[in-house]
Antibody, heavy 118, light 112 residues
Framework: EVQLVESGGGLVQPGRSLKLSCAAS????????MAWVCQAPTKGLEWVAS????????YYRDSVKGRFTISRDNAKNTLYLQMDSLRSEDTATYYC???????????WGQGVMVTVSS | DVVLTQTPPTLSATIGQSVSISCRSS???????????LNWLLQRPGQPPQLLIY???RLESGVPNRFSGSGSGTDFTLKISGVEAEDLGVYYC?????????FGGGTKLELK
């Protein structure tokens, strides 16, 4: 059974940093691209970042470029999102999702809440 | 960025009723490889999204066949033939033809 379990969320002050993790199991992690998708409270879904199978290619939405870094450790079956210079508008639930072809985001974690507030 | 517009934003239905949700794209979602990367997701209350349909009309494994998708180019439709209680939640269309991937604003399906 495919499982994605996020961790690392919490309350953080504006300008500070946070690192999210997503532990994957039930599939060959290194064979799949992975992504982070966020959902602000009572809002819709927004793609944040994606990473290729080996980690050599990364992609970001414009609003997080230069502040967020997506990475992965295939030996540990874990996806990461380093979030720096956090802003109040980054407040959201962050989901990690598996990227499959041609299905797109076919499995999602339960999500982790990030609150940016002073 | 591609803008996906879903209508209606809210849909009230009775159990057994058939309903449709529209997703319109600001540009064609036909990829140069001939595929159209338009998917449908369902997010039940308090749950993460789950994939229902991909490539416009292909049912994800395990998804009941009362769900169906259709459309091409810029206009797409999700149909539920006989709503069941477990179908309640928010439906999103999502495209991955053009970077960055974008989602529709969602359609909330509730009981009448």
């Amino acid at each position: 059974e495919v499982q994605l379990v996020e961790s690392g969320g919490g309350l953080v002050q504006p300008g500070r940093s946070l690192k999210l993790s997503c532990a994957a199991s039930g599939f060959t992690f290194s064979n799949y691209g992975m992504a982070w998708v966020c959902q602000a409270p009572t809002k819709g879904l927004e793609w944040v970042a994606s990473i290729s199978t080996g980690g050599g290619n990364t992609y970001y939405r414009d609003s997080v470029k230069g502040r967020f870094t997506i990475s992965r450790d295939n030996a540990k079956n874990t996806l990461y999102l380093q979030m720096d210079s956090l802003r109040s508008e980054d407040t959201a639930t962050y989901y990690c999702a598996r990227e499959n072809y041609p299905q797109g985001f076919d499995y999602w974690g339960q999500g982790v809440m990030v609150t940016v507030s002073s | 960025d591609v803008v996906l517009t879903q209508t209606p934003p809210t849909l009230s239905a009775t159990i057994g009723q058939s309903v449709s949700i529209s997703c319109r794209s600001s540009q064609s979602l036909l990829h140069s490889n001939g595929n159209t990367y338009l998917n449908w997701l369902l997010q039940r209350p308090g749950q993460p999204p789950q994939l229902l349909i991909y490539l416009v009309s292909r049912l994800e494994s395990g998804v009941p066949n009362r769900f169906s998708g259709s459309g091409s180019g810029t206009d797409f439709t999700l149909k539920i033939s006989g709503v069941e209680a477990e179908d309640l939640g928010v439906y999103y269309c999502v495209q991955s033809t053009h970077a960055p991937w974008t989602f529709g604003g969602g359609t909330k399906l509730e009981l009448k």
